[in-house]
């Protein structure tokens, strides 16, 4: 540790930094921050731990339990890159909640209750997990909050529009006018100058690689104009949390700075393919790419050992529950619906993208072989969400949950009858149904602890009545004639 914090206070003495943003997410996953002069890391006693009022995060302390400890871990801090004013040269660490009065790590911390607990159980049996999320988001000219329509695409009588109040898709800004307009579901690897987003996905790898993100690929995604994704190289359980709030850290101000929207609400556009966070994961006994891929099995169909299926198992066993956890949101299950693309049935198979798990078959090497688990998208926290996934697969290891036989059609064209004779069952409808299935998932409840689990069950059931509590302008257009 004391090297960390060496390196760390050489880092920021080299670069000339003059602010820290001290960073951890609360029980929801929005990453919050705090400033520190640099100067407190460099010379003062920063690296002991800052304290800050526990009852103002939602989902951490009441009132009078409000003082609590944030403790930087240094082995993660960063610098800044788009940030090149001297005056306001930063970087960014993420730390841990502590109880007060030396008393460890809290149970409402994601980070370092959850998923750092999860990876050193894993750790002390002698094996390590690594996760590859592919996390989608829109990047809009504009929106107008107090002007929203309920359809971006047609007017009220059914007729193309121009009702922009709703987010302001990229070719409508005035440098754009006469470019092509990508049709909604048509935006797959399109090209400039039907894809506007060329340069800003440039300048958004350049600075996460600035940050540690490696970036393998990046595109255009289904969705219409502005609807992107780029996919970094795997890490293990904590870093690769940290490394979803750095992408999605550098997506937003990287936008800003060009002076768009980056946004990863699942679905902000009606009739057209939301944002998903697929999460490849595999197994390995000792240290990833190092070691023995435990998902592999050369002699085995596919390419997948007994283990990877019985960790198949444990997803489809727990995937009710693991939809409250990976889709969090209201706006979540207006993605999880037949017709785009989005995962709806409980089953698994090689190569099919209509199942929940799928399983890649790019490459016969063993090291490749992984799991895909398409059920989060990139609302969730990621600390609560990939833990989550971890522990309901080896969930099935332990209990040897047999996966059945994968499906090998289009799951989307087989009809109600076929689904029940294959014993396929379908996700949640509504984040409602969901958090029901969670509050009887006795694994889920402890890898969260009890502490995460009720404050995540109090918030997320208060949300859900906000929702039906709203009337929304689709229930004007719809009803205002009776």
Not at 339 to 367: D, H, Q, T
Not at 428 to 453: M, N
Request: glycine fraction near 8%; hydrophobic fraction near 35%.
């Amino acid at each position: 540790m004391e090297d960390a914090i060496e390196n760390a206070r050489n880092l920021l003495e080299k670069n000339e930094v003059k602010q820290v943003l001290c960073a951890f997410s609360d029980v929801r996953g929005y990453l919050l921050t705090f400033s520190i002069p640099a100067r407190e890391f460099i010379e003062g006693s920063a690296f002991d731990g800052l304290g800050f009022d526990g009852s103002s995060v939602r989902g951490f302390k009441s009132i009078e339990q409000s003082d609590m400890i944030w403790m930087p871990d240094p082995e993660t801090l960063k610098i800044i890159p788009w940030i090149e004013d001297p005056i306001q040269k930063s970087a960014i660490v993420f730390g841990e909640v502590h109880e007060p009065w030396g008393s460890g790590v809290s149970e409402c911390d994601p980070r370092g209750y959850v998923a750092k607990r999860v990876q050193k159980e894993l750790e002390g049996q002698g094996m390590n997990a690594i996760f590859g999320p592919e996390i989608e988001f829109f990047v809009f000219q504009s929106i107008d909050l107090r002007n929203l329509t309920w359809d971006l695409w047609t007017s009220p009588s059914g007729g193309v529009g121009d009702s922009w109040g709703a987010p302001r898709i990229l070719p409508k800004s005035p440098e754009l006018e006469g470019s092509y307009i990508i049709r909604p579901k048509e935006g797959y690897f399109r090209t400039p100058p039907e894809d506007t987003t060329t340069e800003y996905r440039n300048e958004l790898v350049y600075n996460l690689e600035k940050l540690g993100v490696i970036v393998e690929y990046h595109h255009h995604e289904v969705a219409t104009a502005g609807q992107i994704e780029l996919d970094f190289k795997p890490k293990k359980l904590t870093p690769v949390c940290d490394a979803v709030y750095l992408y999605k850290f550098a997506a937003k101000n990287i936008a800003r700075k060009n002076g768009l929207i980056a946004t990863f609400m699942p679905k902000p556009i009606y009739l057209d393919n939301a944002s998903g966070m697929h999460t490849h994961q595999s197994l390995w006994k000792g240290e990833p790419f190092n070691g023995e891929n435990i998902f592999a099995d050369p002699n085995e169909e596919f390419f997948l050992s007994q283990k990877a299926r019985y960790y198949i198992g444990g997803l489809l066993e727990h995937a009710k529950a693991l939809t409250a956890i990976c889709c969090p949101t209201v706006n979540s299950y207006k993605r999880l619906v037949p017709g785009f693309e989005a995962p709806i049935n409980i089953c698994w198979s090689p190569r099919n993208r209509s199942a929940l798990v799928r399983v890649p078959m790019y490459k016969r090497n063993p090291s490749a072989i992984r799991v895909e688990y398409r059920g989060a998208d990139p609302s969730c926290n990621p600390y609560l969400a990939i833990s989550a996934q971890l522990a309901a697969g080896l969930d099935g290891i332990k209990k040897k949950i047999e996966p059945g036989d994968p499906i090998m059609k289009d799951v989307y064209e087989l009809s109600p009858r076929e689904k029940r004779e294959l014993k396929i069952g379908e996700l949640p409808t509504t984040l409602r149904d969901a958090l029901d299935h969670l509050a009887t998932d006795e694994v889920l409840q402890k890898v969260l602890g009890s502490h995460i689990f009720d404050k995540f069950m109090e918030l997320k059931i208060e949300e859900w009545n906000q929702f039906c509590l709203y009337i929304t302008p689709w229930e004007y257009m719809k009803y205002f004639d009776i």
